[in-house]
């Protein structure tokens, strides 16, 4: 009885969100005309071009996914005419203003497969019920997602972005400053020790509003022996807005970084089940899960006498799998038996997920000799 009154219950609300949506779409939606001609994310042509129209002014106060307003406002198959616009985004960056302007600049729209996929390179300005939506030459500001976006003074830092896969390198790391006052993006062209192509990290602006401070996040990588792809960012950077020079604290010693091979078609779960009752006794790992986490995360003591801690999580993303260990690993081996760690780890996936025998490969990354660089110059 109770799962037929929460089914119902369910569907009332769905059916009032759909009343919802219609009524929003007779009052505000724009009509056929304006949304196929609006239909299609587009980049601008200016630096900004001003592309505020209904239909997408109308898809960002309602935040449909592009499926969901294709089929409201009877698009064509998405299969064939491309994605909608959308406003559903992950990895966009948000910056409210001084003046309470909020400021969203990007994002990625569905996964790579989904026929909606789409990152956008825009910027959109809300102020109350006001929609300015600018658009930029992907020359001047390319399809960006999973940047940082920090105000200093009259201008927004955009540091860093994921992007489409293809496009994907070691490429220097990506500064964008925006000018709030015109809205115009330009390039900023920075020298020194920078984190390569960043994306997912943290930044944080000096007391003095002088430095930025990036941390986390995770870096596209050439490998040893494996496919291209990010690795966790360990180290520390330091961005001088005044010079436009970076500035590294390494802490590569203090990570390592393994992928799951063995798994074939298999894929973890996004959320992992493993609870710490399934944890066998005399596993390395018994009693360290740590619990809530999206990831699977264990914090491991690395000294009996100090309070110092490694930090084991895999990141179940689908397929492969990654796992990374971050701490102070010197000190850990030194009272413990690291291959055996990671062989406990391991056999719980095995167990858990039913899949294996499972192996860790280490994700080292490909570094050029200075030979490499001095013949790769002359080749020039």
């Not at 102020?127 to 997602?145: A, L, M, R, S, W």
């Not at 590294?248 to 798994?263: A, N």
């Not at 081996?333 to 025998?357: A, R, T």
């Amino acid at each position: 009885m109770a799962e037929r009154s929460n089914e119902w219950a369910s569907n009332l609300r769905k059916q009032n969100w759909d009343d919802e949506r219609l009524q929003l779409l007779s009052k505000e939606g724009p009509d056929h005309q304006t949304f196929m001609k609006w239909r299609s994310p587009r980049s601008g042509i200016s630096n900004p071009e001003n592309l505020t129209n209904q239909f997408w002014a109308y898809a960002i106060r309602y935040g449909g996914s592009s499926w969901q307003l294709n089929q409201d406002l009877g698009g064509p198959d998405e299969f064939e005419a491309g994605p909608c616009f959308s406003f559903r985004r992950y990895g966009q960056a948000k910056v409210i203003l001084d003046d309470g302007r909020r400021v969203l600049i990007g994002g990625a729209h569905e996964d790579f497969y989904d026929p909606g996929f789409w990152i956008y390179n825009d910027v959109v300005v809300i102020e109350g019920d006001q929609v300015t939506i600018y658009g930029y030459p992907v020359n001047i500001f390319p399809p960006t997602d999973y940047a940082s976006a920090t105000l200093v003074g009259n201008e927004i830092w955009i540091i860093g972005h994921l992007g489409y896969r293809e496009h994907r390198s070691e490429a220097p790391t990506n500064v964008f400053i925006l000018n709030t006052d015109d809205w115009s993006i330009r390039v900023a062209e920075c020298d020194g020790d920078d984190p390569g192509s960043i994306w997912g990290h943290c930044a944080e602006l000096s007391s003095n509003g002088k430095q930025l401070l990036i941390s986390s996040g995770e870096c596209h990588r050439k490998l040893v022996g494996l496919p291209d792809q990010s690795l966790i960012n360990p180290s520390l950077y330091v961005l001088n807005l005044e010079n436009f020079s970076w500035f590294m604290f390494s802490r590569e010693s203090k990570c390592r970084q393994w992928q799951v091979s063995g798994i074939g078609e298999s894929a973890l779960s996004r959320s992992f089940d493993l609870t710490p009752e399934s944890v066998p006794n005399d596993n390395m790992l018994k009693n360290l899960l740590v619990p809530g986490q999206r990831d699977l995360d264990f914090r491991i003591a690395c000294d009996p006498g100090e309070d110092h801690f490694l930090t084991l999580t895999v990141q179940g993303l689908g397929h492969p799998v990654r796992v990374s260990l971050q701490g102070e690993i010197e000190s850990f081996v030194k009272f413990y038996d690291l291959d055996q760690l990671l062989k406990d780890l391991l056999e719980l996936m095995e167990l858990n997920y039913g899949i294996g025998p499972l192996k860790l490969e280490p994700m080292e990354r490909e570094r050029e000799s200075l030979l490499d660089n001095i013949l790769n110059f002359d080749s020039h």
